[in-house]
């Protein structure tokens, strides 16, 4: 999209063991990837963790990069979910300034975008809030005048919708196969 | 206490037995001695000292492509290990199948800066298909079945096996029946062949006017030879080769149409170019071929078969791609090409060679290149091993050296490796005893890993080493006469050995021919000598290499010969 950068959601089933996220990162540094938000857990299989990865680069670079990944031995599966009918998520803990003054306003907003208060202080609270980029985003520039503090963020984690399981048989080089980006709308969530 | 208890060493070298290794290259040092205190244990692993790890990397590798088998290279920790990267590198972009076992300091030193150590297992992960640092003798025989495993199905490479100096001298058990069986959810290289795939390609193939084969070294590695044959037969299809799928057509063949690209012959990039459809059977569309991306093969649908998914459409938008093994995949595609003519394109690609015949030796005095190489050809019947360094020899001895159905060619052609033309032509003697090996070099690279000629002496490997002696680093002064402005800079060596007396001080006989009166004649003495000759041709100072198309360009911009 704007700059030429084209955004991929990736998600890889992974050996859980040291040196994998070396060989993962090693190859997008070496084509030019970057690695704009990288979330990593235990999946249900025991022994294998799920990353999911949203990387940004120029079209060549990211075009083929599920099938590059799959080389990589530790990797048992790499798919390149952009185009597909996905849901995702990405979890924020938001501490804000907040003296008591304010305190009954700031709560208030939080109803509204059903927000979780995880810590409260004398003068800050903190809020916990899990949907796609814009609900988040909202959230943050609404909280701005009265001091946003700190921001983390997880990354996006996304899955696809319905029954169907992640994997290389979805049609990687099937009919549809074009070599076309889909640029993913920067606005676009989750299903918020 | 457990009976069956052997040191990580033994099970190493039990190991590189249970998978058919008989020889092995490398240099011994601090953190590998323990495996070699055990080498001697071991008659079945012949071990070949080289004088520098990449050598020894090399020689692996030249036994590999000549053998087909796993090469197999050792080497100690730091200096060792990082001296092998330029051969791993080299084997890895020409998918060459190889293990290399590196020493690492022990395990309470990793970490520690302690001497000799280097992460080696971070540095070679872009150069190598995988690599290990194994921290626990048990783990040994698992991770040895697999490296091999890894190495040398799909699309073959360098694997890299890391193993600290106590780990050596660990015990622990090796149960070959256990150890051998692979459990690598994410590795799959056996495709299963998509129908579809074949038919979509079926349809293209039968429905084209002007096809034309692009045959690449997943050809050879696939050992499919004879099912390139019977479809480019049967369909009456021009074959022209890549630089390394040289030697997979039998280029006397009436369809061979030779080897297109930067270098290659006019005709082979015209027909290219001309075709309405391009069937690359294991190539992968490497820049030296296709120069400009966007006007490669403006005219033509494109069929591409390979054993790795990551090629496909990754410089070059493929219509058909078919994934698999090129033998299998040929033998189902085969059957239902239909029998054709192609009456009309066969009289054009014919055309196209007697117009622009390519590989004409200019007029002149004193000794060429390609005059060295064309007679090496007629005196070896086409049937040598060949290898090369990188330049404008090899450039010479892939136009005009004619390959026949017994030869093998051994070139760097991705990495482009100078230096690989003296321990590469090692390996290859060794995987090849009984064929006579001509290893054509430039006077340049030969200098690069001229310490190899002592392992060649003292081996006493009949090689045949052919150095095209211009005393220039001629490709860069092709390179700054044609794109810098004739500046030439830093390409001539005014101090280059007497490469005779060298190859004497070796213990290795040595030759010497500076006209075109005593080339025969040197040839066949070389031919005829028991042991290894350096044969050190003094040839035409400045020379180019044509036809040209320059790099990033098109057949637009091809140029045919010299502009007097």
Not at chain 2, 294 to 313: Q, T, V
Not at chain 2, 452 to 473: C, G, Q, R, S, W
Request: net charge negative; glycine share 10%; with cysteine.
């Amino acid at each position: 999209m704007s700059n030429g950068i084209h955004r991929r959601t990736i998600v890889a089933l992974v050996h859980d063991k040291p040196g994998v996220l070396a060989r993962i990162s090693g190859l997008f540094r070496r084509r030019g990837v970057n690695i704009e938000s990288l979330a990593v857990g235990h999946s249900e299989q025991k022994g294998f963790s799920r990353m999911t990865f949203v990387v940004g680069g120029a079209e060549n670079s990211v075009k083929n990069i599920s099938s590059q990944l799959n080389k990589i031995i530790d990797i048992v599966d790499a798919s390149d979910i952009s185009e597909k009918n996905i849901v995702w998520r990405e979890l924020a803990l938001i501490k804000v300034k907040c003296n008591q003054s304010q305190r009954v306003e700031i709560l208030e907003l939080s109803k509204v975008f059903r927000v979780n208060v995880v810590d409260v202080g004398i003068n800050n609270i903190t809020f916990e809030l899990a949907g796609g980029k814009s609900k988040i985003d909202s959230f943050v520039e609404l909280l701005d005048q009265f001091g946003v503090m700190e921001v983390m963020r997880t990354g996006r984690i996304a899955t696809l919708r319905g029954a169907t399981k992640i994997g290389i048989n979805d049609g990687e080089f099937g009919e549809s196969n074009s070599s076309d980006i889909y640029i993913a709308d920067k606005d676009a969530s989750g299903s918020v | 206490m457990k009976e069956n208890l052997i040191k990580g060493s033994e099970i190493v070298c039990k190991a590189l037995i249970n998978e058919g290794v008989d020889t092995v290259f490398g240099i011994p040092g601090g953190a590998i001695l323990p495996l070699y205190g055990t080498l001697n244990k071991f008659p079945e692993l012949k071990h070949i000292l080289t004088r520098h790890e990449q050598g020894a990397c090399h020689a692996a590798d030249g036994y590999s492509r000549t053998t087909g088998k796993v090469g197999v290279a050792f080497a100690t920790s730091g200096p060792g290990a990082t001296n092998l990267i330029t051969g791993l590198a080299t084997a890895m972009m020409d998918s060459v199948p190889l293990v290399a076992i590196t020493g690492q300091v022990g395990r309470p030193a990793i970490g520690t800066d302690a001497f000799q150590e280097t992460d080696i297992t971070g540095a070679t992960l872009p150069v190598t298909k995988h690599n290990y640092l194994v921290m626990k003798a048990s783990d040994i025989g698992s991770v040895m079945h697999e490296a091999f495993h890894i190495a040398r199905t799909g699309r073959p490479g360098p694997v890299l096996i890391d193993i600290p100096k106590d780990v050596f001298d660990e015990l622990a058990e090796y149960d070959f029946s256990k150890d051998s069986k692979i459990d690598l959810p994410g590795y799959n290289p056996y495709l299963k062949i998509d129908q579809n795939q074949i038919e979509k390609a079926v349809d293209l193939i039968n429905e084209a006017k002007k096809p034309i084969i692009l045959a690449g070294h997943g050809v050879i590695i696939s050992k499919a030879q004879n099912k390139l044959l019977e479809i480019a037969e049967k369909a009456q299809i021009p074959v022209v080769t890549t630089l390394l799928g040289i030697s997979a057509f039998p280029e006397d063949h009436i369809l061979s149409t030779g080897f297109p690209g930067m270098h290659g012959m006019a005709y082979a990039s015209i027909a290219l170019d001309e075709a309405d459809l391009i069937i690359a059977i294991g190539s992968r569309f490497d820049d030296r071929i296709v120069g400009n991306a966007k006007r490669f093969g403006k005219n033509s649908k494109k069929i591409h078969i390979d054993i790795d998914p990551a090629e496909i459409n990754k410089t070059i938008s493929i219509e058909a791609p078919i994934l698999g093994d090129i033998n299998e995949v040929l033998g189902l595609l085969n059957p239902k090409v239909d029998s054709k003519t192609h009456p009309q394109w066969l009289k054009e690609v014919e055309h196209f060679k007697s117009e622009h015949p390519s590989l004409m030796i200019p007029e002149s005095e004193t000794l060429l290149g390609q005059q060295v190489i064309k007679t090496l050809s007629d005196l070896t019947d086409g049937n040598a091993v060949v290898c090369t360094g990188v330049g404008q020899h090899q450039m010479w001895a892939a136009q005009h050296y004619t390959f026949n159905k017994d030869s093998v060619w051994l070139s760097s052609g991705g990495l482009g490796t100078m230096g690989y033309e003296i321990p590469s032509a090692i390996g290859a003697q060794i995987g090849a005893p009984d064929k006579t090996v001509w290893s054509i070099c430039g006077d340049g690279g030969f200098q690069m890993t001229i310490g190899e000629l002592a392992t060649v002496a003292e081996n006493n490997l009949p090689i045949k080493y052919a150095i095209l002696n211009n005393n220039h680093l001629g490709m860069i002064t092709q390179w700054q006469d044609m794109f810098y402005n004739g500046q030439n800079m830093h390409e001539t060596y005014t101090g280059n050995p007497d490469f005779v007396k060298l190859a004497e001080a070796y213990g290795i006989k040595g030759i010497r021919v500076d006209n075109q009166n005593d080339l025969e004649k040197a040839i066949n003495e070389a031919n005829n000598h028991k042991g290894p000759v350096v044969v050190d041709f003094v040839i035409e100072k400045v020379d180019y290499v044509f036809p040209m198309i320059p790099a990033g360009g098109s057949v637009d911009q091809l140029i045919e010969e010299e502009k007097k």
